[in-house]
């Protein structure tokens, strides 16, 4: 574990867990009724069909109305999930590093959370995993970090460590700085704004609560999506059972025609 963190505790209050598992018990609830508004509320059956891929579909040799709404329905929800997943794990480490370190949201472009701990400002862009990004995302993260870094450098006189947290996975680099920023991963992550070395996996039951009777309800509800969706798709793009990919393809693809 880096020793940047580790030297001093000063300024630092005791978590409390009591506090950390209510927390984590309402607010996993707000992510599983928007997962679940998503199934019975967002999903537009036209806009689905116009925002994904049918061509990687149709590579797949998909065959039935049913599989091919699935795959639909499937790719749009991973990527809310994804949103809302992550905007959870931001909120509940901000409010772990507050109760701790009295943390804030940040006001720096790109960051999301800062705190200080033996004079010296820690600034935190939080991302889920540790394979987050893609050369562009990377390379605006280094832009953040610098600019963050020469803003606060400006403004205070304290060591500014800029630090790209990841809540899950294994750092693959063994240096730990990087471009200007340090990233920290996993249970190294947790620690840093916690202080405590086994709060990655304490995190675990909370983020756990009812979740069971939670995706009954979702499944339910995805069930309807599924069944009235594949009967629209059925009635809409199927001659005599087949699926009319050319059809298709028209309304995802084709040049919209202008109005008189």
């Known amino acids: 574990m880096n020793s940047f963190y580790l030297k001093q505790k000063q300024n630092m209050k005791q978590l409390n867990m009591n506090e950390v598992f209510k927390y984590a018990e309402k607010h996993i609830a707000a992510?599983?009724?928007?997962?679940?508004?998503?199934?019975?509320?967002?999903?537009?059956?036209?806009?689905?069909?116009?925002?994904?891929?049918?061509?990687?579909?149709?590579?797949?040799?998909?065959?039935?109305?049913?599989?091919?709404?699935?795959?639909?329905?499937?790719?749009?929800?991973?990527?809310?999930?994804?949103?809302?997943?992550?905007?959870?794990?931001?909120?509940?480490?901000?409010f772990v590093c507050d109760k701790v370190y009295g943390a804030k949201k940040t006001r720096l472009t790109g960051m999301d959370l800062e705190f200080e701990k033996d004079n010296t400002m820690y600034v935190i862009e939080i991302k889920a995993g540790w394979n987050w990004g893609n050369a562009s995302q990377i390379k605006q993260l280094k832009i953040n970090a610098k600019n963050a870094k020469e803003k606060l450098e400006k403004e205070t006189n304290k060591k500014i460590v800029i630090i790209n947290g990841c809540c899950f996975g294994k750092k693959k680099n063994s240096k730990p700085e990087r471009d200007g920023y340090y990233k920290i991963c996993g249970q190294d992550f947790w620690y840093l704004i916690s202080n405590d070395e086994e709060l990655y996996k304490k995190i675990i039951e909370p983020i756990g609560h009812k979740a069971k009777q939670k995706n009954e309800e979702f499944e339910n509800a995805y069930a309807i999506l599924i069944n009235k969706f594949t009967l629209e798709f059925t009635n809409r793009f199927c001659d005599d059972g087949l699926i009319n990919w050319k059809k298709l393809i028209e309304l995802n693809s084709g040049r919209k025609e202008k109005k008189k």
């Open 31 to 94: 992510f599983h009724q928007q997962r679940l508004d998503a199934v019975s509320q967002k999903i537009d059956f036209i806009k689905l069909i116009e925002q994904k891929n049918p061509y990687l579909f149709k590579a797949k040799n998909i065959l039935t109305s049913q599989d091919l709404v699935k795959g639909f329905v499937d790719a749009f929800l991973q990527s809310q999930e994804e949103t809302l997943f992550g905007n959870f794990l931001e909120g509940l480490a901000i």
